[in-house]
């Protein structure tokens, strides 16, 4: 995106996230996430993003606005900084430390990377954008409790419209099992049950995707990859976003 374009997302996005630290102020030991985009990411309606519930911990634990956003906008120090990082989405390719987390070892990154590797080859990761449902969820790893998810519901909806608004993308690939998902579906679409398009299944009808249209986004509700065949997966998003393209 260009700089501009990336101010403009950030000044729209930190009330939220000043409305969204109100909402969660008192939870102890959580981490915000904001969504990220690879480099080469295109914001012209022919993008793909893909979703999950949240973070599995994140970079910092500060609610402090001016160190998760801070106003030196050119200087992309890591620190606490939650909004335009300055390594974004190459993180998923790094070598992990020791004791860190290894996006490899994840069912969810290597679905992630074997669907946007077919339509971007190795430059995968720097041409799609990331996010999750939840902003906030526990720093020492697992989903946000109901308690903590309902707290955060609205705004994290209001944060997703903003999303899609500035990133633009074209296919949406929910990676969270419909529970999670539908709710913001629906309040995507000003609080109706989304338009169904199709709800091909797969892994010998075990599982299905739900394939929904709101506005010009095409939304691929699916499971979370954990425990079920992952190239199977990949070949029926596949297979419906060139349905879609």
């Not at 906008?73 to 974004?88: A, G, M, P, T, Y």
């Given at each position: 995106m260009q700089k501009n374009n990336i101010i403009q997302f950030q000044n729209r996005l930190k009330p939220l996230y000043e409305r969204l630290i109100s909402d969660v102020l008192s939870f102890k030991d959580v981490s915000l996430f904001c969504p990220q985009w690879g480099e080469k990411y295109q914001n012209d309606n022919s993008g793909i993003a893909v979703y999950g519930r949240a973070t599995n911990g994140w970079v910092t634990t500060s609610k402090d606005m001016t160190k998760l956003f801070p106003?030196?906008?050119?200087?992309?120090?890591?620190?606490?900084?939650?909004?335009?990082?300055?390594?974004?989405?190459?993180?998923?390719?790094?070598?992990?430390?020791?004791?860190?987390?290894?996006?490899?070892?994840?069912?969810?990154?290597?679905?992630?990377?074997?669907?946007?590797?077919?339509?971007?080859?190795?430059?995968?990761?720097?041409?799609?954008?990331?996010?999750?449902?939840?902003?906030?969820?526990?720093?020492?790893?697992?989903?946000?409790?109901?308690?903590?998810?309902?707290?955060?519901?609205?705004?994290?909806?209001?944060i997703m419209k903003i999303e899609l608004e500035f990133l633009k993308p074209k296919h949406v690939v929910l990676l969270t099992g419909l529970g999670w998902n539908y709710d913001f579906l629906c309040s995507l679409n000003d609080n109706k049950d989304p338009k169904l398009l199709l709800s091909p299944k797969w892994?010998?009808?075990?599982?299905?995707?739900?394939?929904?249209?709101?506005?010009?986004?095409?939304?691929?509700?699916?499971?979370?990859?954990?425990?079920?065949?992952?190239?199977?997966?990949?070949?029926?998003?596949?297979?419906?976003?060139?349905?879609?393209?």
């Open positions: 106003d030196e906008f050119d200087d992309l120090s890591q620190e606490d900084r939650i909004f335009n990082r300055k390594n974004q989405m190459s993180w998923v390719i790094e070598c992990p430390q020791p004791g860190t987390y290894d996006p490899k070892s994840s069912p969810f990154w290597r679905v992630a990377r074997g669907l946007s590797s077919v339509f971007h080859g190795q430059d995968w990761y720097k041409s799609i954008y990331w996010s999750n449902l939840y902003k906030v969820a526990p720093c020492d790893k697992g989903n946000p409790s109901t308690r903590l998810s309902d707290a955060q519901f609205e705004t994290c909806v209001d892994d010998n009808d075990n599982y299905c995707i739900y394939v929904y249209k709101i506005g010009e986004i095409y939304f691929y509700a699916s499971e979370h990859p954990q425990g079920k065949p992952e190239q199977e997966h990949i070949d029926t998003l596949v297979e419906l976003i060139n349905k879609f393209n």
